[in-house]
């Protein structure tokens, strides 16, 4: 099939090859029309969200690639042994073949601690690993997703951050790993678009909290509601002052998939712009979820971005989207989570 020449989304010049020709089955008259879907990262904190989401879905095949390092299959208990759904043990450093339509590429660990534990594997796992799912979309002809982040943007200098913001980010500290690395990710699906004729979508995603994250996983939100539910010292880090935007991971996955399915490239901000302090954050988790706790100031990390908001004006005109659950809510509803995995049962009042 010939070449075919188009403009894309920001009014770049694409060259499209056509994928190959699908399995002959899939025209035969009996063969069930799903949609074929792998969700890289799909044992993590956002993409088991985004697997039952999508899992809803009776027309929806799922497939998990995920290598568990900040994941659990307890997260995907319920899909376990469920006809339209495949869990595979997968580290996206290497190469990967299913036959698939859609890529949700979420794989890598997104908590600071985390990432900076191995920082040349969560580069790999950002560049080799997004051009492994590249390679993977350019055979079987399917749209990628990548889960960016406002990490893009560094210690941003705009505020608040649009997609038009090109950052602020310190190439060789010990966040670059991460944040290089989604930057890097960005460009390589922006080539495979260009040359390859590539279906991508990029989300650039702030700060998003829910059930499920791990206790121990080190984020702010996690932090203090477990802190609060064992009655320890909510632990600020200086100097509280600094800013962020948290978004419920409902709210989130609604947005992914609305990128998935719409026509725009991105990149697109997905978060929600109610922009707090770390201290009010730790006001808010006392006032709801235990008012006996006290704050307690710790000494911060390197490069800690000093604000952080989004400008959600694009996800709203080109998707529909923005986020319906206020932060008081959300919190609320992790903390039953939260309770329940600490065993700690809420006080029942006298
Ligand atoms: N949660 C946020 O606030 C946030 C913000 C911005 C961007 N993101 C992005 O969203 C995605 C999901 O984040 P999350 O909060 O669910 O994090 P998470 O750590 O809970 O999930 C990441 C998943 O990727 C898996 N993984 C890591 N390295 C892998 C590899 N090499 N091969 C295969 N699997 C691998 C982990 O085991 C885990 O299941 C990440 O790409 C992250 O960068 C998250
Ligand atoms: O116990 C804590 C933990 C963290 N913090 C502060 O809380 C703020 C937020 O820190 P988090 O660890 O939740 O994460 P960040 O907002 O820096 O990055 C987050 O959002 C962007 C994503 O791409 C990252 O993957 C995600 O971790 C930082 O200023 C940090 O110093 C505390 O005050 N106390």
New binding site residues.
Partial sequence: MAQKETNGSNGEHISTRPPPTPSPLRFSKFFQANLRILVTGGAGFIGSHLVDKLMENEKHEVIVADNLFTGSKDNLKKWIGHPRFEFIRHDVTQPLLVEVDQIYHLACP???IFYKHNPVKTIKTNVIGTLNMLGLAKRVGARILLTS???VYGDPLEHPQTEAYWGNVNPIGVRSC?DEGKRVAETLMFDYHRQHGIEIRIAR???TYGPRMNIDD????S??IAQAVRGEPL???RP?T?T?SFCYVADMVDGLIKLMNGNNTGPINLGNPGEFT?LELAENVKELINPDVTVTM?E??PD??RQ?KPDITKAKEVLGWEPKIVLKDGLVLMEDDFRERLAVPKKTKA
């Avoid at 080190?218 to 939100?221: A, I, L």
């Fill in positions: 997104a908590s600071p982040t406002s990490e991460y995603i702030f700060n080190g984020r702010v939100v932090n203090f632990t600020v880090q509280g600094q962020r770390m710790t911060n990390t800690d971005p952080r």
